[in-house]
Protein backbone atom coordinates (compact mmCIF):
# COMPACT_ATOMS: atom_id res chain seq x y z
CA UNK A 1 0.00 0.00 0.00
CA UNK A 2 1.43 3.27 -1.17
CA UNK A 3 1.30 6.52 1.34
CA UNK A 4 1.33 10.22 1.53
CA UNK A 5 3.82 12.04 0.05
CA UNK A 6 5.29 9.03 -2.13
CA UNK A 7 4.51 9.56 -6.21
CA UNK A 8 2.44 6.44 -6.12
CA UNK A 9 0.37 7.78 -4.07
CA UNK A 10 -0.49 10.96 -6.40
CA UNK A 11 -0.45 8.99 -8.91
CA UNK A 12 -3.61 6.38 -7.55
CA UNK A 13 -4.97 9.79 -6.95
CA UNK A 14 -4.57 11.05 -10.76
CA UNK A 15 -6.28 7.43 -11.75
CA UNK A 16 -9.18 8.36 -10.04
CA UNK A 17 -9.21 11.69 -10.87
CA UNK A 18 -9.48 10.43 -14.27
CA UNK A 19 -12.16 8.44 -13.38
CA UNK A 20 -14.21 11.21 -12.29
CA UNK A 21 -14.04 12.90 -15.35
CA UNK A 22 -17.02 14.93 -15.09
CA UNK A 23 -16.23 16.62 -11.73
CA UNK A 24 -13.27 17.83 -12.96
CA UNK A 25 -14.12 18.73 -16.12
CA UNK A 26 -17.02 20.65 -14.64
CA UNK A 27 -14.43 22.67 -12.86
CA UNK A 28 -12.58 23.30 -15.79
CA UNK A 29 -8.91 22.88 -16.78
CA UNK A 30 -6.20 23.07 -14.57
CA UNK A 31 -2.30 23.42 -15.73
CA UNK A 32 0.45 23.40 -13.11
CA UNK A 33 3.32 22.01 -11.68
CA UNK A 34 4.02 22.05 -7.96
CA UNK A 35 5.36 20.16 -5.31
CA UNK A 36 4.41 18.82 -2.19
CA UNK A 37 7.22 19.30 0.40
CA UNK A 38 6.78 17.19 3.60
CA UNK A 39 8.71 18.95 6.83
CA UNK A 40 9.92 16.70 10.10
CA UNK A 41 9.63 17.94 13.56
CA UNK A 42 12.58 20.01 13.35
CA UNK A 43 11.53 21.80 10.32
CA UNK A 44 13.96 19.26 8.07
CA UNK A 45 12.90 18.26 4.51
CA UNK A 46 11.66 14.63 4.92
CA UNK A 47 10.15 14.17 1.51
CA UNK A 48 9.69 16.30 -1.57
CA UNK A 49 6.95 15.31 -4.72
CA UNK A 50 7.00 16.81 -7.63
CA UNK A 51 3.47 16.62 -9.56
CA UNK A 52 2.00 18.13 -12.79
CA UNK A 53 -1.72 18.65 -13.87
CA UNK A 54 -2.52 19.06 -17.35
CA UNK A 55 -5.68 20.01 -18.18
CA UNK A 56 -8.47 17.13 -16.54
CA UNK A 57 -5.54 14.55 -15.57
CA UNK A 58 -2.57 14.60 -13.28
CA UNK A 59 0.20 13.60 -15.86
CA UNK A 60 3.08 13.13 -14.14
CA UNK A 61 4.36 12.66 -10.09
CA UNK A 62 8.17 11.62 -8.91
CA UNK A 63 10.42 12.16 -6.34
CA UNK A 64 12.64 15.01 -6.21
CA UNK A 65 15.81 13.72 -5.81
CA UNK A 66 17.84 16.75 -6.76
CA UNK A 67 16.04 16.25 -9.90
CA UNK A 68 15.51 19.77 -11.71
CA UNK A 69 12.13 20.86 -11.96
CA UNK A 70 9.95 24.45 -12.48
CA UNK A 71 7.35 24.56 -10.54
CA UNK A 72 5.22 27.22 -9.88
CA UNK A 73 4.77 26.96 -6.57
CA UNK A 74 5.49 24.64 -3.53
CA UNK A 75 3.29 23.27 -0.42
CA UNK A 76 4.91 22.57 2.74
CA UNK A 77 3.76 21.40 6.05
CA UNK A 78 5.47 19.48 8.11
CA UNK A 79 4.28 16.06 8.57
CA UNK A 80 1.77 15.89 11.53
CA UNK A 81 -0.54 18.71 9.41
CA UNK A 82 -0.59 16.56 6.62
CA UNK A 83 -1.38 13.88 8.23
CA UNK A 84 -4.23 15.58 10.03
CA UNK A 85 -5.78 17.29 6.88
CA UNK A 86 -5.54 13.97 5.03
CA UNK A 87 -6.76 11.99 8.03
CA UNK A 88 -9.85 14.61 8.13
CA UNK A 89 -10.66 13.61 4.86
CA UNK A 90 -10.57 10.44 5.27
CA UNK A 91 -13.04 10.73 7.69
CA UNK A 92 -15.39 13.81 6.76
CA UNK A 93 -14.77 12.48 2.68
CA UNK A 94 -13.46 16.22 2.14
CA UNK A 95 -12.07 18.80 3.94
CA UNK A 96 -14.23 20.32 6.28
CA UNK A 97 -14.31 23.70 7.45
CA UNK A 98 -10.64 25.65 8.20
CA UNK A 99 -8.56 22.26 7.10
CA UNK A 100 -9.01 23.26 3.28
CA UNK A 101 -5.33 23.80 1.48
CA UNK A 102 -6.41 27.32 0.99
CA UNK A 103 -7.16 27.94 4.54
CA UNK A 104 -4.11 26.31 6.09
CA UNK A 105 -2.16 28.47 3.93
CA UNK A 106 -3.46 31.57 4.53
CA UNK A 107 -2.44 32.36 8.02
CA UNK A 108 0.92 30.77 6.97
CA UNK A 109 2.04 28.96 10.17
CA UNK A 110 0.58 25.25 9.44
CA UNK A 111 1.19 25.13 5.53
CA UNK A 112 2.21 27.59 3.64
CA UNK A 113 3.56 28.39 -0.21
CA UNK A 114 6.56 28.84 -1.63
CA UNK A 115 7.72 30.20 -4.77
CA UNK A 116 10.12 32.98 -6.69
CA UNK A 117 7.12 34.28 -8.21
CA UNK A 118 3.74 35.64 -7.06
CA UNK A 119 2.19 35.40 -10.28
CA UNK A 120 2.83 31.66 -10.35
CA UNK A 121 2.16 31.05 -6.71
CA UNK A 122 -1.26 33.10 -7.67
CA UNK A 123 -2.36 29.52 -9.28
CA UNK A 124 -2.60 27.55 -6.24
CA UNK A 125 -5.87 30.01 -5.73
CA UNK A 126 -6.87 29.90 -9.38
CA UNK A 127 -6.87 25.88 -9.40
CA UNK A 128 -7.76 25.88 -5.53
CA UNK A 129 -11.00 23.80 -6.49
CA UNK A 130 -9.34 21.74 -8.87
CA UNK A 131 -6.87 21.20 -6.31
CA UNK A 132 -8.63 20.23 -3.37
CA UNK A 133 -10.92 18.29 -5.24
CA UNK A 134 -7.91 15.94 -6.07
CA UNK A 135 -6.42 15.82 -2.14
CA UNK A 136 -10.01 15.25 -1.49
CA UNK A 137 -9.99 11.71 -3.59
CA UNK A 138 -7.40 10.35 -1.14
CA UNK A 139 -11.05 9.63 1.28
CA UNK A 140 -10.94 6.45 -1.11
CA UNK A 141 -7.68 5.25 -0.55
CA UNK A 142 -7.01 2.44 1.23
CA UNK A 143 -6.12 3.26 4.88
CA UNK B 1 -39.89 23.44 -50.82
CA UNK B 2 -42.68 24.84 -47.41
CA UNK B 3 -41.81 28.82 -47.09
CA UNK B 4 -41.52 30.64 -43.87
CA UNK B 5 -45.20 32.29 -42.66
CA UNK B 6 -44.55 35.83 -41.74
CA UNK B 7 -47.48 37.42 -40.13
CA UNK B 8 -48.87 40.30 -42.18
CA UNK B 9 -46.56 39.80 -45.21
CA UNK B 10 -48.32 41.99 -47.70
CA UNK B 11 -48.32 45.33 -45.36
CA UNK B 12 -44.12 44.77 -45.06
CA UNK B 13 -42.83 48.29 -46.24
CA UNK B 14 -45.85 50.03 -47.11
CA UNK B 15 -44.94 53.04 -45.52
CA UNK B 16 -41.61 52.64 -45.62
CA UNK B 17 -39.57 56.35 -45.68
CA UNK B 18 -36.79 55.24 -47.78
CA UNK B 19 -36.86 53.49 -50.99
CA UNK B 20 -33.69 50.83 -51.50
CA UNK B 21 -32.45 50.16 -54.91
CA UNK B 22 -30.66 47.51 -55.76
CA UNK B 23 -26.85 47.08 -55.63
CA UNK B 24 -25.82 46.60 -59.63
CA UNK B 25 -24.22 43.39 -58.36
CA UNK B 26 -27.88 42.07 -57.19
CA UNK B 27 -29.28 42.89 -60.60
CA UNK B 28 -26.48 41.24 -62.68
CA UNK B 29 -26.79 38.02 -60.00
CA UNK B 30 -30.42 38.03 -60.90
CA UNK B 31 -30.44 38.35 -64.87
CA UNK B 32 -27.39 36.52 -65.37
CA UNK B 33 -27.74 33.83 -62.80
CA UNK B 34 -23.60 33.83 -62.77
CA UNK B 35 -21.98 34.29 -58.95
CA UNK B 36 -18.98 36.83 -58.62
CA UNK B 37 -17.11 34.88 -56.40
CA UNK B 38 -14.29 37.95 -56.63
CA UNK B 39 -14.60 37.88 -52.36
CA UNK B 40 -12.70 34.37 -52.99
CA UNK B 41 -9.71 36.14 -54.01
CA UNK B 42 -9.89 38.77 -50.99
CA UNK B 43 -8.60 37.09 -47.99
CA UNK B 44 -5.83 36.77 -45.46
CA UNK B 45 -3.06 34.02 -45.45
CA UNK B 46 -4.41 30.96 -46.93
CA UNK B 47 -4.39 27.07 -46.24
CA UNK B 48 -4.37 27.26 -42.34
CA UNK B 49 -4.97 24.13 -40.62
CA UNK B 50 -4.72 24.68 -36.80
CA UNK B 51 -4.46 22.12 -34.93
CA UNK B 52 -6.26 21.01 -31.39
CA UNK B 53 -4.18 20.13 -28.13
CA UNK B 54 -5.21 17.88 -25.36
CA UNK B 55 -7.77 20.51 -24.32
CA UNK B 56 -9.13 21.50 -27.38
CA UNK B 57 -9.00 24.12 -29.87
CA UNK B 58 -7.37 27.14 -27.66
CA UNK B 59 -6.46 30.53 -29.46
CA UNK B 60 -2.85 29.66 -28.28
CA UNK B 61 -3.71 27.10 -31.08
CA UNK B 62 -4.87 29.52 -33.84
CA UNK B 63 -2.33 32.01 -32.95
CA UNK B 64 -0.06 30.54 -36.58
CA UNK B 65 1.56 31.59 -39.62
CA UNK B 66 0.79 35.27 -39.81
CA UNK B 67 -2.06 35.46 -37.53
CA UNK B 68 0.36 34.93 -34.64
CA UNK B 69 1.85 37.92 -35.14
CA UNK B 70 0.29 40.85 -32.37
CA UNK B 71 1.35 44.08 -34.05
CA UNK B 72 3.06 46.75 -32.06
CA UNK B 73 0.35 49.07 -33.48
CA UNK B 74 -2.61 48.35 -34.15
CA UNK B 75 -4.54 48.85 -37.94
CA UNK B 76 -5.00 52.34 -38.28
CA UNK B 77 -8.68 51.59 -39.95
CA UNK B 78 -9.73 51.34 -36.38
CA UNK B 79 -12.70 49.15 -37.29
CA UNK B 80 -13.86 45.79 -36.03
CA UNK B 81 -12.34 44.21 -39.18
CA UNK B 82 -10.62 41.13 -37.81
CA UNK B 83 -6.99 40.84 -37.48
CA UNK B 84 -5.98 38.66 -40.43
CA UNK B 85 -8.45 39.37 -42.68
CA UNK B 86 -8.43 41.34 -45.59
CA UNK B 87 -9.32 44.66 -44.66
CA UNK B 88 -11.03 47.13 -47.54
CA UNK B 89 -10.30 50.80 -47.84
CA UNK B 90 -12.14 53.20 -46.00
CA UNK B 91 -13.65 51.22 -43.50
CA UNK B 92 -15.55 53.48 -40.87
CA UNK B 93 -13.57 53.99 -37.97
CA UNK B 94 -14.99 52.99 -34.81
CA UNK B 95 -12.29 55.80 -32.80
CA UNK B 96 -10.28 53.37 -30.73
CA UNK B 97 -7.99 55.28 -28.19
CA UNK B 98 -5.80 52.66 -26.90
CA UNK B 99 -3.92 51.62 -30.80
CA UNK B 100 -0.76 50.20 -28.78
CA UNK B 101 -0.20 47.23 -27.99
CA UNK B 102 2.23 48.07 -24.65
CA UNK B 103 -1.06 50.07 -23.71
CA UNK B 104 -3.08 46.94 -23.16
CA UNK B 105 -1.21 43.71 -24.25
CA UNK B 106 -0.36 40.71 -21.07
CA UNK B 107 1.01 37.82 -22.45
CA UNK B 108 -1.29 35.55 -20.53
CA UNK B 109 -4.36 36.87 -21.63
CA UNK B 110 -5.08 34.44 -24.10
CA UNK B 111 -4.65 31.93 -21.18
CA UNK B 112 -6.47 33.68 -18.72
CA UNK B 113 -9.47 33.91 -21.54
CA UNK B 114 -9.36 30.30 -22.04
CA UNK B 115 -9.29 29.52 -18.43
CA UNK B 116 -12.15 31.64 -17.53
CA UNK B 117 -14.53 30.02 -19.98
CA UNK B 118 -13.18 26.77 -18.75
CA UNK B 119 -14.25 27.71 -14.94
CA UNK B 120 -17.35 29.34 -15.39
CA UNK B 121 -19.42 28.37 -12.39
CA UNK B 122 -23.55 29.23 -11.32
CA UNK B 123 -24.81 30.79 -8.24
CA UNK B 124 -27.43 28.61 -8.95
CA UNK B 125 -26.30 25.46 -9.54
CA UNK B 126 -23.14 25.16 -7.99
CA UNK B 127 -23.17 26.13 -4.48
CA UNK B 128 -25.16 24.09 -2.47
CA UNK B 129 -27.83 26.67 -0.58
CA UNK B 130 -29.68 23.35 0.45
CA UNK B 131 -26.88 23.48 2.93
CA UNK B 132 -27.39 26.83 4.55
CA UNK B 133 -28.28 26.38 8.39
CA UNK B 134 -29.21 29.46 10.61
CA UNK B 135 -26.03 31.21 12.41
CA UNK B 136 -25.66 33.25 15.64
CA UNK B 137 -26.93 36.42 14.81
CA UNK B 138 -23.25 38.43 15.53
CA UNK B 139 -21.89 35.80 12.52
CA UNK B 140 -25.12 36.39 10.11
CA UNK B 141 -24.76 39.98 11.09
CA UNK B 142 -21.21 39.54 9.97
CA UNK B 143 -21.33 37.89 7.13
CA UNK B 144 -23.86 40.28 5.48
CA UNK B 145 -21.68 42.93 6.30
CA UNK B 146 -19.13 41.31 4.57
CA UNK B 147 -21.55 40.55 1.50
CA UNK B 148 -22.56 44.18 1.44
CA UNK B 149 -19.20 44.95 1.17
CA UNK B 150 -18.22 42.79 -1.54
CA UNK B 151 -21.69 43.63 -3.58
CA UNK B 152 -21.07 46.98 -3.57
CA UNK B 153 -16.91 46.90 -5.10
CA UNK B 154 -18.00 43.58 -7.23
CA UNK B 155 -19.16 45.13 -10.40
CA UNK B 156 -16.59 48.12 -10.36
CA UNK B 157 -14.27 45.22 -11.89
CA UNK B 158 -17.03 44.73 -15.10
CA UNK B 159 -17.73 48.34 -15.40
CA UNK B 160 -14.44 50.20 -15.08
CA UNK B 161 -12.49 48.11 -17.45
CA UNK B 162 -15.00 47.58 -19.97
CA UNK B 163 -15.12 51.22 -20.14
CA UNK B 164 -11.84 51.34 -21.54
CA UNK B 165 -12.72 47.82 -23.77
CA UNK B 166 -14.56 49.98 -26.43
CA UNK B 167 -11.15 52.17 -26.72
CA UNK B 168 -8.86 49.37 -26.86
CA UNK B 169 -8.09 48.76 -30.89
CA UNK B 170 -9.51 45.33 -32.20
CA UNK B 171 -5.85 43.95 -33.13
CA UNK B 172 -5.71 43.17 -29.53
CA UNK B 173 -8.89 41.18 -29.41
CA UNK B 174 -7.41 38.58 -26.67
CA UNK B 175 -7.37 41.39 -24.36
CA UNK B 176 -10.89 42.63 -25.18
CA UNK B 177 -12.03 38.52 -24.92
CA UNK B 178 -10.36 38.27 -21.37
CA UNK B 179 -11.98 41.56 -20.28
CA UNK B 180 -15.41 40.03 -21.21
CA UNK B 181 -14.78 37.09 -19.00
CA UNK B 182 -13.83 39.20 -16.48
CA UNK B 183 -17.24 40.86 -16.76
CA UNK B 184 -18.79 37.90 -16.32
CA UNK B 185 -16.77 37.33 -13.33
CA UNK B 186 -18.18 39.88 -11.80
CA UNK B 187 -21.19 39.55 -12.46
CA UNK B 188 -21.25 36.26 -10.64
CA UNK B 189 -19.75 37.92 -7.64
CA UNK B 190 -22.43 40.77 -7.33
CA UNK B 191 -24.86 38.41 -7.77
CA UNK B 192 -23.62 35.56 -5.34
CA UNK B 193 -22.99 37.77 -2.79
CA UNK B 194 -26.21 39.39 -2.98
CA UNK B 195 -27.83 36.09 -2.97
CA UNK B 196 -26.32 35.19 0.04
CA UNK B 197 -27.35 38.15 2.24
CA UNK B 198 -30.52 37.06 1.31
CA UNK B 199 -30.27 33.55 2.01
CA UNK B 200 -29.73 33.11 5.49
CA UNK B 201 -32.40 35.43 7.87
CA UNK B 202 -30.42 38.28 6.97
CA UNK B 203 -30.13 41.44 4.64
CA UNK B 204 -27.50 43.72 3.42
CA UNK B 205 -26.14 45.66 5.57
CA UNK B 206 -24.55 49.06 5.36
CA UNK B 207 -22.93 50.80 2.03
CA UNK B 208 -19.99 52.54 2.03
CA UNK B 209 -18.71 56.13 1.60
CA UNK B 210 -15.02 55.19 1.15
CA UNK B 211 -15.75 52.15 -0.31
CA UNK B 212 -17.69 54.23 -2.98
CA UNK B 213 -14.85 56.84 -3.02
CA UNK B 214 -12.39 53.68 -4.24
CA UNK B 215 -14.46 52.93 -6.40
CA UNK B 216 -15.19 56.05 -8.36
CA UNK B 217 -11.47 56.73 -8.45
CA UNK B 218 -10.84 53.57 -9.74
CA UNK B 219 -13.73 54.56 -12.44
CA UNK B 220 -12.42 57.92 -13.25
CA UNK B 221 -8.57 57.10 -13.57
CA UNK B 222 -6.49 58.78 -16.51
CA UNK B 223 -5.52 55.54 -18.11
CA UNK B 224 -6.43 52.05 -18.71
CA UNK B 225 -2.84 51.34 -17.53
CA UNK B 226 -3.18 53.52 -14.08
CA UNK B 227 -6.83 51.81 -13.84
CA UNK B 228 -5.28 48.89 -13.84
CA UNK B 229 -2.34 49.22 -11.30
CA UNK B 230 -5.55 50.55 -8.94
CA UNK B 231 -7.97 47.82 -9.92
CA UNK B 232 -5.90 44.90 -10.60
CA UNK B 233 -2.95 44.86 -8.65
CA UNK B 234 -4.48 46.65 -5.66
CA UNK B 235 -7.81 46.28 -5.34
CA UNK B 236 -8.21 43.11 -6.35
CA UNK B 237 -5.16 41.58 -5.08
CA UNK B 238 -6.84 43.16 -1.86
CA UNK B 239 -10.40 41.37 -2.58
CA UNK B 240 -8.73 38.37 -3.45
CA UNK B 241 -6.58 37.98 -0.17
CA UNK B 242 -10.35 38.84 1.27
CA UNK B 243 -11.68 35.40 -1.25
CA UNK B 244 -9.34 34.05 0.78
CA UNK B 245 -10.08 35.07 4.28
CA UNK B 246 -13.82 34.28 2.92
CA UNK B 247 -12.98 30.75 2.75
CA UNK B 248 -11.24 30.84 5.99
CA UNK B 249 -13.65 31.83 8.03
CA UNK B 250 -16.15 30.56 6.21
CA UNK B 251 -19.04 29.57 8.82
CA UNK B 252 -20.60 27.08 6.47
CA UNK B 253 -19.85 24.63 3.84
CA UNK B 254 -22.28 27.28 1.49
CA UNK B 255 -19.96 29.77 2.30
CA UNK B 256 -16.66 28.29 1.69
CA UNK B 257 -17.86 26.95 -1.84
CA UNK B 258 -18.91 31.18 -2.43
CA UNK B 259 -15.59 32.49 -1.53
CA UNK B 260 -13.27 29.46 -3.03
CA UNK B 261 -14.90 30.00 -6.84
CA UNK B 262 -14.41 33.69 -6.39
CA UNK B 263 -11.29 33.24 -5.53
CA UNK B 264 -10.01 31.15 -8.67
CA UNK B 265 -11.89 33.45 -10.42
CA UNK B 266 -10.48 36.64 -8.81
CA UNK B 267 -6.46 35.50 -9.49
CA UNK B 268 -7.09 35.61 -13.08
CA UNK B 269 -7.86 39.47 -12.87
CA UNK B 270 -5.23 39.81 -10.98
CA UNK B 271 -2.75 37.85 -13.38
CA UNK B 272 -3.76 40.00 -16.24
CA UNK B 273 -3.55 43.29 -14.28
CA UNK B 274 0.31 42.24 -13.27
CA UNK B 275 1.14 40.74 -16.39
CA UNK B 276 0.22 43.74 -18.38
CA UNK B 277 1.72 46.46 -16.17
CA UNK B 278 4.79 44.01 -16.39
CA UNK B 279 4.82 44.68 -20.31
CA UNK B 280 3.83 48.34 -20.17
CA UNK B 281 6.12 49.32 -17.81
CA UNK B 282 8.74 47.67 -19.65
CA UNK B 283 7.64 49.18 -22.93
CA UNK B 284 7.67 52.43 -21.05
CA UNK B 285 9.69 53.05 -17.95
CA UNK B 286 8.49 56.78 -17.64
CA UNK B 287 4.93 55.34 -16.76
CA UNK B 288 6.15 54.04 -13.28
CA UNK B 289 6.04 57.70 -11.88
CA UNK B 290 2.07 58.00 -13.18
CA UNK B 291 1.39 54.23 -11.56
CA UNK B 292 3.10 55.11 -7.93
CA UNK B 293 0.84 58.43 -8.00
CA UNK B 294 -2.24 56.41 -8.59
CA UNK B 295 -1.06 53.69 -6.15
CA UNK B 296 -0.17 56.39 -3.42
CA UNK B 297 -3.76 57.51 -3.42
CA UNK B 298 -5.60 54.12 -3.60
CA UNK B 299 -3.62 52.97 -0.87
CA UNK B 300 -4.53 56.24 0.80
CA UNK B 301 -7.85 55.14 0.47
CA UNK B 302 -7.73 51.28 1.22
CA UNK B 303 -5.81 53.01 4.89
CA UNK B 304 -8.94 55.14 5.04
CA UNK B 305 -11.33 52.16 4.47
CA UNK B 306 -9.93 49.87 7.00
CA UNK B 307 -10.20 52.82 9.84
CA UNK B 308 -14.31 52.30 10.07
CA UNK B 309 -16.48 49.65 12.08
CA UNK B 310 -17.79 48.11 9.21
CA UNK B 311 -14.96 47.54 7.39
CA UNK B 312 -13.10 46.40 10.28
CA UNK B 313 -15.58 44.63 12.47
CA UNK B 314 -17.07 42.12 10.22
CA UNK B 315 -13.94 40.36 9.26
CA UNK B 316 -12.56 40.29 13.55
CA UNK B 317 -16.25 38.58 14.15
CA UNK B 318 -16.14 36.37 11.54
CA UNK B 319 -11.97 35.66 12.22
CA UNK B 320 -12.35 34.83 15.79
CA UNK B 321 -16.11 33.08 15.67
CA UNK B 322 -18.25 35.34 17.42
CA UNK B 323 -17.42 38.72 19.33
CA UNK B 324 -17.15 37.08 22.00
CA UNK B 325 -13.71 36.08 20.38
CA UNK B 326 -13.20 39.53 19.07
CA UNK B 327 -9.63 40.23 20.04
CA UNK B 328 -8.54 37.08 18.59
CA UNK B 329 -10.08 38.10 15.32
CA UNK B 330 -8.48 41.31 15.32
CA UNK B 331 -4.94 39.14 16.00
CA UNK B 332 -5.92 36.99 13.24
CA UNK B 333 -6.72 40.17 11.32
CA UNK B 334 -3.54 41.62 11.88
CA UNK B 335 -1.78 38.33 10.36
CA UNK B 336 -3.49 38.53 7.45
CA UNK B 337 -2.59 42.17 6.85
CA UNK B 338 0.95 41.63 6.89
CA UNK B 339 -0.07 39.20 4.15
CA UNK B 340 -2.14 41.19 2.17
CA UNK B 341 0.67 43.60 2.25
CA UNK B 342 3.18 41.20 1.91
CA UNK B 343 1.36 39.86 -1.81
CA UNK B 344 0.44 43.18 -3.05
CA UNK B 345 4.24 44.38 -2.77
CA UNK B 346 5.17 40.82 -4.43
CA UNK B 347 2.63 41.21 -6.92
CA UNK B 348 4.37 44.88 -7.63
CA UNK B 349 7.84 43.01 -7.98
CA UNK B 350 6.69 40.88 -10.54
CA UNK B 351 5.42 43.99 -12.50
CA UNK B 352 8.32 45.60 -12.55
CA UNK B 353 7.44 47.71 -9.85
CA UNK B 354 9.57 48.51 -7.14
CA UNK B 355 6.79 49.97 -4.59
CA UNK B 356 8.61 49.03 -1.21
CA UNK B 357 10.00 52.34 -0.81
CA UNK B 358 6.70 54.34 -1.33
CA UNK B 359 4.23 52.02 0.02
CA UNK B 360 2.11 53.44 2.53
CA UNK B 361 0.67 50.37 3.61
CA UNK B 362 2.26 49.48 7.02
CA UNK B 363 3.09 45.76 7.66
CA UNK B 364 2.23 45.94 11.15
CA UNK B 365 -2.15 46.29 11.35
CA UNK B 366 -1.76 47.67 14.65
CA UNK B 367 0.18 50.65 13.17
CA UNK B 368 -2.84 51.60 11.04
CA UNK B 369 -3.85 54.84 13.02
CA UNK B 370 -0.44 56.11 12.76
CA UNK B 371 -0.57 55.30 9.06
CA UNK B 372 -3.86 57.74 8.43
CA UNK B 373 -3.03 60.36 11.43
Known sequence: ?143 | MPTVQIKDEARIGTEAKIKLEPSAYLEKLFKTGTPDLGWMNEHGEWGIRAKPGNLGLRLKDIEIGSYGVIPKHGGEHCSMAPRGSFVPNDLPSLGFTLNEKAECWADNAMELYEEAVARQWSSARDIPWDELKPLPDDLERAMCQLCTFLTEVEFIAADAPTRWMSKINQDFLEVKLFLATQAMDEARHTDVFRKRALANGGGLGKASKLSELSLKRIFDSPSFSAQTARLHLLGEGFVLTMFRQGEFIAPSRVDQEIFRRCMQDESRHVGYGTMHLRAQLKERPDLAEEIHEQLDDAETILLQLFSVPESVEPMAILLGGGIKNFDKGMELQGNLWRRIVNEYLQRCDSAGLDRRPRCLLPTDFSKLFNATA
Open chain 1, 1 to 143: MTSFPAPEWFLALGRMMAAEGEVFRRLGYAEVRFVVRVLDDDGKLEAATAVEIDGYALTNAFKLDGKPFDADFAICAPRAVWAEMLEEIAREGRATLRHTLSSLALVGEHLWLESDDQLREDKFYRYNQTLQELFNLSARLPH
